[in-house]
Structure formats: C-alpha cells, structure tokens
C-alpha cells in the first residue's frame, strides 16, 4: 500500500443474522487518502453507520480486509485494537456523549489521561490548545452541560482530537445542529485535513457539506456508487 492512503479496505462484507441473514455490506473496496476529507452519504438504512463500525475497528465481525496507516486490523486481538483506535482514532457521533457534570476540559483531556503516554500537564496544554482552536477557550472550566449543544458538539470534536489521531470519524457529527453550527464544525474538519494532514470520513445527510468536501461516496442498499 502506498504512503499516501490513510485507509483501505478490500472485499468487506457484513452480515445481520438477526432477525434473518440479510447482508448489510456487498463487497466494498475502497481507499481513502491521507488529508483527504471524506463524506459517507446514502438512504437511512444503507449501511453507513455499520461501515464506520468496521473503519474504526469497533465492530471487528466482518469478512474482508481493513488496513489504517498501512497496519492491518483485521484479525487482531481486541485489546490491541482498543491501543490502537485511542492512539489512531478520533470518533465524533451525532451526540455528543459528554460527561455532563465533568468541565469541559475534564472531558477533551479524558481519552488522553486514560492512554496515559503523557504527563497531565501535557495533556492539560493539549486540551487548551484544541479548545482553542474549536473557539472554545473562554469555556473550559465551565461544566459541560452549561454550554449550547453547538458548543457541546464542538467540545466532542476537541475531545476526538486530544491524542492527534491520523483519522476522525464522524457518524453524523452535524446531525445534530444548526445551519450556522454545521458550518463552523465543517470548517473545522477542513482546516485539519488540510493543516494538519488528518484524514476525515464524515457521514452526512448535509448535501452542502458533503458537496463542499474532496470526496463523496455513496452507499445504497450496502452496495458502493463509484
Ligand atoms: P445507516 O447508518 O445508513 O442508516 P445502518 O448501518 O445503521 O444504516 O443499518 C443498515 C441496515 O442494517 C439497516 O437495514 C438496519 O436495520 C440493519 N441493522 C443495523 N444494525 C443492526 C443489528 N445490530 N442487527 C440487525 N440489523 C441491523
Ligand atoms: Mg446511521
């Protein structure tokens, strides 16, 4: 695999069982450059969410190979998938799933205190620097549920971002917001992709934001469009 795909897979399949055998996923092959900004669209029921499951190494039933910066995933044990999606991986949902109680900082700091490859006062700096760059500094002592659900979400995204990871997923991660929201969070993602060379695979149902990536694919009954 060359230097400049982020990510790959080759013949994935996947498959329910429950209630009946149905195949959710028919033979995909696709790679995804590194820096590239990928939008994920199709009908509710396509197969977005399960294929982000398997791109992220959390849902590891599948046939078919998943390689990330040229590592192959599929096979491994899961403990090493969980080291390796906490230090590779950014996934940003449609909700936010914040610890409401904790302070802003508290949450984006949190992933990074549990991969313990830094000091705390490494990590504090990193979580300012993102809160920073999520326009979200003034906010960081605040607790988390006394801020806007943009802000919210923006939080999530800072905290995607605490331990640098090559690739951030996003299951919809403007599903959620306003208008003026989902372009303040789509610029975001494109900054990264292009500052930082991070790779972004976002699923949407923004036909402006996924018409404004680098790319689009498109899943329709777990088949790809080329
Ligand atoms: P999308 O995210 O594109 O809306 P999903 O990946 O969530 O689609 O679902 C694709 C298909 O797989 C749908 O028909 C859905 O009902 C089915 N499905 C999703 N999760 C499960 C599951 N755990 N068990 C059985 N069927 C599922
Ligand atoms: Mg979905």
Same mark, same amino acid.
């Given at each position: 695999?060359?230097?400049?795909?982020?990510?790959?897979?080759?013949?994935?399949?996947? $498959?329910?069982?429950?209630?009946?055998?149905?195949?959710?996923?028919?033979? &995909?092959?696709?790679?995804?450059?590194?820096?590239?900004?990928?939008?994920?669209?199709?009908?509710?029921?396509?197969?977005?969410?399960?294929?982000?499951?398997? =791109?992220?190494?959390?849902?590891?039933?599948?046939?078919?190979?998943?390689?990330?910066?040229?590592? =192959?995933?599929?096979?491994?044990?899961?403990?090493?998938?969980?080291?390796?999606?906490?230090?590779?991986?950014?996934?940003?949902?449609?909700?936010? $799933?914040?610890?409401?109680?904790?302070?802003?900082?508290?949450?984006?700091?949190?992933?990074? &205190?549990?991969?313990?490859?830094?000091?705390?006062?490494?990590?504090?700096?990193?979580?300012?620097?993102?809160?920073?760059?999520?326009? =979200?500094?003034?906010?960081?002592?605040?607790?988390?549920?006394?801020?806007?659900?943009?802000? @919210?979400?923006?939080?999530?995204?800072?905290?995607?971002? %605490?331990?640098?990871?090559?690739?951030?997923?996003?299951?919809?991660?403007?599903?959620?917001? !306003?208008?003026?929201?989902?372009?303040?969070?789509?610029?975001?993602?494109?900054?990264?992709?292009?500052?930082?060379? @991070?790779? %972004?695979?976002?699923?949407?149902?923004?036909?402006?934001?996924?018409?404004?990536? !680098?790319?689009?694919?498109?899943?329709?009954?777990?088949? =790809?469009?080329?």
């Amino acid at each position: 695999m060359k230097e400049t795909i982020a990510l790959s897979v080759n013949h994935l399949q996947k $498959y329910f069982y429950v209630p009946n055998k149905f195949q959710v996923l028919k033979d &995909l092959s696709f790679e995804v450059k590194k820096g590239e900004f990928l939008s994920l669209i199709g009908k509710s029921g396509s197969g977005k969410s399960t294929l982000l499951y398997i =791109l992220s190494t959390m849902d590891t039933d599948y046939q078919g190979e998943l390689f990330i910066n040229n590592v =192959l995933l599929t096979g491994k044990k899961q403990n090493e998938l969980a080291a390796f999606r906490n230090s590779n991986i950014g996934f940003v949902f449609q909700f936010h $799933y914040l610890l409401p109680e904790f302070s802003v900082i508290d949450n984006v700091m949190l992933p990074a &205190l549990k991969l313990k490859t830094k000091s705390y006062d490494e990590i504090r700096a990193k979580a300012m620097e993102n809160l920073n760059l999520l326009g =979200l500094k003034e906010q960081a002592e605040k607790q988390a549920n006394k801020l806007s659900g943009g802000q @919210q979400q923006r939080v999530a995204i800072a905290r995607a971002l %605490i331990n640098d990871p090559a690739i951030i997923m996003g299951d919809e991660p403007t599903g959620n917001l !306003d208008s003026k929201n989902t372009q303040i969070v789509f610029e975001i993602f494109k900054e990264l992709a292009k500052e930082r060379g @991070q790779t %972004i695979i976002a699923v949407t149902h923004d036909d402006d934001f996924a018409a404004n990536c !680098d790319r689009i694919i498109e899943l329709q009954d777990g088949v =790809l469009l080329k």
